[in-house]
C-alpha cells in the first residue's frame, strides 16, 4: 500500500501553501508600493533635473569613458603587483610574528612593530611620506615614478594588514595538528609549510579576498602623487566640464570590477561551510 | 481681511518688489537683493586661499587680488565690508548642482561654456594667462620653443585650465601628472618628479619667486582666442547674477579692477612667451 498523508497533515501543507501565497502577494506589494514611493519622491524633487543633468549626462559619460576607461588600466596593474607582493610580506611577517624560536626575536619584535605603524598609519599620510619624502631625500639611483613609489605606500600599508589575517589563520590551526607533525618526524619547517600553513591559508581566503577588493579600490589613492588613475581621470573631466558624471562612471566602472571578485568570495565561503559541516567541525 | 486677500497682497508686494529689483539692478540697494542672508553678502573661496589671489589665508583682510575684488564688487552692490561675509567652500561644493552656500565663490575659475552650463558666472573680473614654471637644476631650465618642452613631465593641479594648457597647447610625449593642489605640484617640481609646472601667471611668479629658491618662469602661453578669463561663479539661475555681473563691469569700466590688479599682481609683466 502506498504512502497516504493524513487529513492533518493536508490540511497543515494546504496552509503553508495559502500563507506562503499570500506572504508572496505582500512582498510585491509592498515592493511595488515603496518602489513608487521612492520613485516619486526621487523625480519629484525640485533639483532632480538639476542633479539628474550633473551626475547623469549621457554627454559627458560618453566623452569621460575612455579616459576613465586607460585610468581603469593603471589602476589595475598597481592592484595585481600591489596584492601579490603585500601577499608575500604579508605571509613572511606572519610567520615572523609566530615563531617560538628564541633566536628569531629580533625579527618578531621587527615584525610586530612594522604591523603596529603601518596598520595604524593612515595610508594617504604613508602615501605623502613615500611619495614625496623619499625622493625628496635626492638619491640619484631611487626611482622617483609616482606610480612605483605609490605602489609601494600600497604594499607597505596592505602587507600589514594581510599579515595580521595570515597570523590569525596560523592561530586557528589546532596545535595537536603542529604535534602531530613533529611526532611523524618532520622538521619545523616542513610542519609550517605542509601543515600549518596549508590550513591557515585556506581558513583565511574570505578575508584576504576582502582585503584585495579594498585593495583595489584604494589603489586610486596613488593619484595624489599626481598619476593619472580612474578616478583622477574621472576628476580632471569633472572639472573641465562642472559635471559630476565622469564620476559615476568610474564608480559603475570600479563596482563591475568588484562584483565577480565578490561572488567569487561568496562562493568560496560557502563552499567551505559546506564542507566544514560534512566534516562535523561544527 | 480674510486669508485669502492677505495671501494676494503678499504676492502683489512680492510681484512690485521684483519688479522694482529689476529696473534698479544696475545700482542694486543691499536691502533689495536677495541675498542667502538678507543684507548680507556671503562670499565663497577655498581653504587654504593662495597668494597673491589672498593673503596669508585669510580673505577677510582685504588683501590679494581677489579678495580686493571681492570688497569692491560688495561696496558696488551696497555692502559695506561689516556686511561681508566668507564661507570656506572647496572646489566640488562650487561644482555641485542645487543652491550653493554662498552668495558667489571667488577662486581663480576660468569662465568656460561647458562650465557656464552647470552655473552661472559674472563677466571675467580677470584676464589671465598660463605660465610654465621649472627650477635652474632642470633640464627644461633653458627651454625657449614649446618644441622644446616636447619630452618634459609637466605638472598641473586638477580642477584647473592649466592641465588643458598641456595637453592642448603643449602636447608632451609624456603623460602629465595632476596634483590635488599647488602645494603638492610645487613639493613635486622641488623633488624633481616633474620637470615642470604649469600655472596661471600670477601664481607661477609667486611659486617662482617666494616658494622655490632656485625657481624660474620659463615663459606663458599666449592666450587662445576669447581668452581665459577669471569669473565670480554663482547658483545656476541665480537672481544675483545680473547684478554681480553689472558690479563687475562698472568696476572695469571705472579702473578699479586694473588697478587692483597692478596694486596685487604688480610683477606680472615680462615674461616671455612660448610659440
Do not use: C
Not at chain 1, 222 to 229: K, T, Y
Amino acid at each position: 500500500m502506498s504512502y497516504q498523508p493524513s487529513e492533518l497533515r493536508l490540511q497543515r501543507e494546504a496552509a503553508r501553501r495559502r500563507a506562503s501565497r499570500r506572504s508572496t502577494l505582500i512582498a510585491i506589494l509592498s515592493t511595488v508600493v515603496i518602489g513608487t514611493v521612492l520613485t516619486i519622491a526621487v523625480t519629484g524633487a525640485p533639483g532632480f533635473k538639476a542633479v539628474r543633468q550633473s551626475f547623469f549626462s549621457w554627454h559627458y559619460a560618453t566623452t569621460a569613458f575612455p579616459h576613465v576607461l586607460s585610468g581603469l588600466w593603471l589602476n589595475l596593474r598597481v592592484m595585481v603587483i600591489a596584492s601579490l607582493l603585500s601577499f608575500i610580506l604579508g605571509l613572511l611577517i606572519a610567520v615572523a610574528r609566530t615563531s617560538h624560536s628564541p633566536v628569531l626575536y629580533p625579527l618578531r619584535i621587527l615584525a610586530t612593530t612594522y604591523t603596529d605603524i603601518f596598520r595604524g598609519l593612515p595610508l594617504l599620510l604613508v602615501l605623502y611620506l613615500v611619495g614625496f619624502g623619499i625622493p625628496g631625500l635626492g638619491f640619484t639611483w631611487l626611482t622617483n615614478s609616482a606610480v612605483i613609489l605609490g605602489t609601494v605606500s600600497l604594499i607597505l600599508t596592505y602587507s600589514a594588514y594581510m599579515g595580521e589575517v595570515i597570523r590569525a589563520g596560523i592561530e586557528a590551526v589546532n596545535p595537536a595538528q603542529r604535534m602531530a607533525a613533529r611526532a611523524l618526524g618532520l622538521t619545523p619547517t616542513q610542519t609550517q609549510r605542509h601543515v600549518v600553513l596549508p590550513q591557515a591559508l585556506r581558513k583565511v581566503t574570505p578575508a584576504l579576498l576582502n582585503d584585495l577588493i579594498s585593495l583595489q579600490k584604494d589603489s586610486g589613492l596613488i593619484s595624489v602623487l599626481g598619476a593619472i588613475d580612474a578616478i583622477r581621470a574621472a576628476q580632471i573631466d569633472a572639472s573641465q566640464s562642472f559635471n559630476f558624471t565622469p564620476y559615476v562612471v568610474a564608480g559603475a566602472l570600479f563596482v563591475s570590477l568588484t562584483i565577480p571578485l565578490t561572488r567569487f568570495t561568496d562562493w568560496l565561503s560557502n563552499k567551505q561551510d559546506r564542507a566544514r559541516v560534512q566534516q562535523g567541525q561544527w | 481681511m480674510n486669508r485669502k486677500k492677505l495671501g494676494t497682497a503678499v504676492t502683489l508686494a512680492a510681484l512690485l518688489g521684483s519688479i522694482s529689483f529689476g529696473i534698479s539692478a544696475t545700482s542694486a540697494s543691499a536691502a533689495t537683493l536677495p541675498t542667502l542672508t538678507p543684507g548680507v553678502l556671503t562670499i565663497g573661496t577655498d581653504d587654504p586661499a593662495y597668494t597673491p589671489w589672498f593673503d596669508n589665508n585669510n580673505p577677510s583682510d582685504g588683501k590679494g587680488f581677489e579678495s580686493a575684488v571681492a570688497y569692491a564688487v560688495a561696496k558696488q552692490l551696497g555692502f559695506p565690508a561689516s556686511k561681508v561675509k566668507w564661507v570656506h567652500a572647496s572646489f566640488n561644493s562650487v561644482i555641485q548642482p542645487g543652491k550653493k552656500a554662498f552668495d558667489f565663490d571667488i577662486n581663480e575659475v576660468s569662465i568656460t561654456p561647458d562650465r557656464a552650463k552647470a552655473v552661472d558666472f559674472s563677466t571675467g573680473y580677470y584676464d589671465v594667462a598660463q605660465a610654465l614654471i621649472t627650477t635652474t637644476k632642470s633640464k627644461i631650465a633653458k627651454a625657449k620653443t614649446i618644441a622644446d618642452l616636447a619630452n618634459a613631465k609637466l605638472g598641473a593641479s586638477v580642477g584647473s585650465t592649466s592641465y588643458s594648457t598641456i595637453t592642448d597647447v603643449i602636447k608632451p610625449k609624456t603623460k602629465p601628472s595632476v596634483f590635488d593642489t599647488n602645494d603638492l605640484a610645487t613639493a613635486a617640481l622641488k623633488n624633481g618628479q616633474i620637470d615642470g609646472l604649469v600655472l596661471d601667471l600670477p601664481t607661477a611668479f609667486y611659486v617662482a619667486g617666494a616658494e622655490l629658491s632656485n625657481g624660474l618662469i620659463v615663459g606663458q602661453f599666449a592666450p587662445k582666442a576669447g581668452s581665459d578669463q577669471f569669473g565670480l561663479v554663482l547658483t545656476k539661475g541665480s537672481a544675483l547674477t545680473k547684478s554681480v555681473s553689472a558690479a563687475v563691469n562698472a568696476l572695469r569700466a571705472n579702473g578699479t579692477l586694473k588697478a587692483l590688479a597692478t596694486k596685487w599682481l604688480a610683477s606680472v609683466g615680462g615674461a616671455p612667451v612660448l610659440k
